[in-house]
């Protein structure tokens, strides 16, 4: 019964007309939302005004939240809802966000059962069990103003929550059916090997060399080429592009061409 009720709440507000001063901001600071088709962006504001509601914004390290702060965050993580059987993101609760990069603390295993406390500059962060969030403001705002340099911060972090959607991190989302998930870790684990032969021979990448981290690290970093440079991913991967159109249902090749 509360999955149902849930389920008619979510279709309301997206059955709402979207307010016109977020329309504004949409159009002004998520530029690439105007390269969808008409019908994906439609759909798109619809899942961003559940996000709105759904989701706990927080401001910390002195950021005033404004509706330019949440509103351009749900709209570009809306992005990776659009045509899927959307759940909105289950295991996040709160989004926090920082003016800037932040530090958090880390703690390193050494050898002999050994573990350190450092501190970590951070940008961005979530985590499986972590219920939130973490974003810097800057970052993010400068991702979303430039949708074709293969750098988004809301894209990455929130493609690691759907990772996160069958309880394990390891760069493979839900899938669905047995041979999707054969292919899918064919072809991601012959791309990261790639990528980390790439990165280690300091050769020029499509996908940035943050993704030869880890599986997980490598489906967020794709996530973001996918999307913001998708005509390059698709000429250069062509198969990573496929499984990566086929998960998202959408094929951002196609949408306008670059104003770069």
């Known amino acids: 019964m509360a999955l149902f009720g849930k389920s008619r709440r979510r279709e309301r507000l997206r059955a709402e007309p979207f307010p016109a001063q977020w329309r ?13 088709p008409a019908e994906d962006q439609a759909e798109l504001l619809g899942h961003a005004r559940v996000l709105l509601e759904e989701k706990h914004f927080e401001a910390a390290g002195g950021l005033l939240m404004r509706d330019e702060v949440r509103v351009t965050i749900a709209a570009q993580a809306a992005v990776l809802l659009v045509r899927r059987d959307a759940d909105y993101f289950p295991r996040l609760t709160s989004i926090i966000v920082y003016p800037t990069g932040y530090v958090a603390a ?7 059962g050994v573990w350190s406390e450092g501190e970590e500059h951070l940008l961005g962060h979530t985590g499986r069990d972590l219920r939130a969030l973490v974003l810097a403001w800057d970052e993010v ?3 979303a103003a430039d949708p074709d340099d293969g750098q988004n911060l809301v894209l990455h972090e929130f493609a690691h929550q759907l990772d ?12 669905d059916s047995s041979a999707g998930l054969r292919s899918w870790t064919e072809v991601l684990s012959g791309e990261l090997d790639a990528l980390r032969r790439a990165a280690d021979a300091g050769d020029p990448t499509v996908l940035d060399p943050y993704g030869a981290e880890d599986p ?3 489906f ?9 440079r998708a005509v ?3 000429r250069h991967h062509p198969r990573l592009y496929e499984q990566l159109r086929d998960f998202y249902r959408q094929d951002p090749a196609t949408w306008h061409k670059p104003t770069r």
Request: glycine letters at 8%; charged letters at 30%; aromatic letters at 10%.
């Open 24 to 36: 504004r901001l949409v159009e002004t600071r998520v530029p690439m939302v105007a390269r969808l």
């Open 106 to 112: 880390e703690a390193t295993h050494a050898e002999g």
């Open 141 to 143: 705002r400068a991702g």
């Open 164 to 175: 996160f959607e069958d309880g394990y991190t390891d760069g493979t989302p839900p899938l």
């Open 216 to 218: 997980a690290e490598f």
């Open 220 to 228: 967020a970093v794709a996530t973001e080429a996918f999307f913001e």
């Open 232 to 234: 390059d991913l698709a």
